[in-house]
């Protein structure tokens, strides 16, 4: 039996230079970190006593017998390019998919990982970036860009920077007690919402073309808010106002990206004295991070007081095996 744990991530600067359209021409870049909200895939062989071959729970239950049977499209991608057979897999989730937290991308890392470990073959982390990014881009076909595997997999606080030759996974350098500050004015609130993330990036892709100077813009600001955070002297509230400015360029690429309702919380947090934020992920639904002063938290918590409040704390592992326990297996012929 193996058992992965690969965090959920949060992106705050960048989003949207990270597609192959956008990147291979101009460059691109994204300023973002994964915390302590996890996703855990169990897999083992599942033993010949029952009726079917394959066993798999997530927020649905399959039994199956062949690799055409399976709908969950990751699993039965990777379950035929990686040769796996006769399992029993089980996906748990701190928080709901859909969200905007690269959930499913950190289920495809998280499940390579014990694939891979379940076979005995070691992948390290850029392998498992890379395969997952070709699982959910080439052989899923789903739209979107290529930051969230890459962030599950390495975890922590970077820059990722790409370009046509690949991608850099550089650590920001930034003093703890800075960091510790930076999170705890962060504030994380679930809209209620949830969207398949492909849908909204499919129609984000369309209008990007047409968006090229915002994403520059956008492109730029990685800059900027990485400087806030490497420089002691700088204004950290100035991360905050970033997050604002960033947000409002980016709702401006595509009309799926926000809502009237998102928006109208999005406004009331700003009114009870959040300096900035963003809705996370692709759009449409998920989580809203804010920045807010100490002295104005009570207040953001209480004008969002239908709207989850989720604590959390930054985490710089990235995907891990919590349990090992290889089994003998031979294949049936």
């Not at 970190?33 to 997530?58: G, I, S």
């Not at 991608?77 to 897999?89: G, I, K, V």
Request: hydrophobic letters at 35%; a negative charge; aromatic letters at 14%.
């Amino acid at each position: 039996m193996i058992i992965t744990q690969t965090p959920f991530r949060m992106s705050f600067f960048g989003g949207g230079t990270d597609f192959s359209g956008f990147y291979n021409e101009h460059g691109g870049a994204v300023l973002s970190t994964t915390f302590d909200k996890y996703c855990y895939v169990t897999v083992r062989h599942l033993p010949r006593f029952f009726d079917y071959r394959t066993h798999l729970t997530y927020s649905k239950t399959e039994y199956v017998n062949s690799y055409d049977e399976i709908q969950h499209p990751a699993i039965r991608n990777a379950m035929q390019w990686l040769d796996m057979h006769e399992l029993r897999l089980t996906y748990e989730s701190d928080l709901p998919a859909r969200s905007g937290l690269g959930t499913s991308s950190s289920f495809a890392v998280g499940m390579l990982e014990a694939f891979y470990a379940l076979k005995g073959q070691y992948a390290d982390k850029r392998k498992l970036a890379d395969d997952a990014i070709y699982l959910e881009r080439t052989l899923c076909a789903e739209a979107g860009g290529v930051q969230d595997q890459i962030a599950a997999s390495f975890g922590g606080f970077n820059r990722i920077n790409f370009s046509a030759e690949g991608y850099t996974v550089n650590p920001v350098i930034i003093a703890p007690e800075r960091k510790k500050l930076l999170n705890d004015h962060l504030m994380l609130f679930f809209t209620g919402f949830s969207r398949f993330s492909s849908d909204i990036q499919k129609n984000t892709e369309k209008s990007m073309k047409d968006k090229t100077h915002q994403l520059i813009e956008m492109y730029g600001l990685v800059d900027k808010a990485e400087q806030v955070l490497v420089n002691k002297d700088a204004d950290l509230d100035d991360f905050g106002r970033l997050l604002d400015y960033t947000w409002r360029l980016k709702r401006g690429i595509s009309s799926g990206i926000s809502t009237g309702s998102i928006d109208e919380q999005y406004e009331t947090a700003m009114k009870a004295g959040a300096l900035g934020g963003k809705l996370l992920g692709a759009g449409g639904g998920g989580f809203l991070l804010f920045y807010v002063p100490s002295d104005k938290q009570d207040n953001v918590r209480n004008a969002l007081k239908d709207q989850l409040y989720v604590p959390f704390k930054f985490e710089n592992d990235g995907t891990k095996i919590i349990f090992y326990n290889p089994e003998d297996y031979t294949a049936e012929r």
